[in-house]
């Protein structure tokens, strides 16, 4: 089954940068789709971002859009979640996950998950 590792997270100042990276294993990493989503301590889960099995499509959170960067290599099986002028509300457990259909925001209909990187962004 599909296999997934987290890094990159870690303790920044607001306005800082991070660079959040998933390796995936255990199938073709080009036929699936993946995406990154974070939870906050006490709330749900929610999408970050998203992309196509390609690369060439990409999606985002309002919450993050212009700050975030999705990207993938299919060479490397690495999904990667470059995330610039951080803020503390941007403090969470990030996730990535992998499914064959692109589209999907709702991670509830994720069924492959890795185990998080935490993200903590002070003030």
């Known amino acids: 089954q599909v296999q997934l590792v987290e890094s990159g997270g870690g303790l920044v100042q607001a306005g800082g940068s991070l660079r959040l990276s998933c390796a995936f294993s255990g199938r073709t990493f080009s036929t699936y789709a993946m995406g990154w989503f974070r939870q906050a301590p006490g709330k749900e889960r929610e999408f970050v971002s998203i992309i196509s099995r390609s690369g060439a499509t990409t999606y985002y959170a309002d919450s993050v859009k212009g700050r975030f960067t999705i990207s993938r290599d299919n060479a490397k099986n690495t999904v990667y979640l470059q995330m610039n002028s951080l803020k503390p509300e941007d403090t969470a457990i990030y996730y990535c996950?992998?499914?064959?259909?692109?589209?999907?925001?709702?991670?509830?209909?994720?069924?492959?998950w890795g185990q998080g990187t935490q993200v903590t962004v002070s003030v």
């Open positions: 996950a992998a499914d064959p259909s692109y589209g999907r925001t709702d991670y509830r209909s994720y069924h492959s």
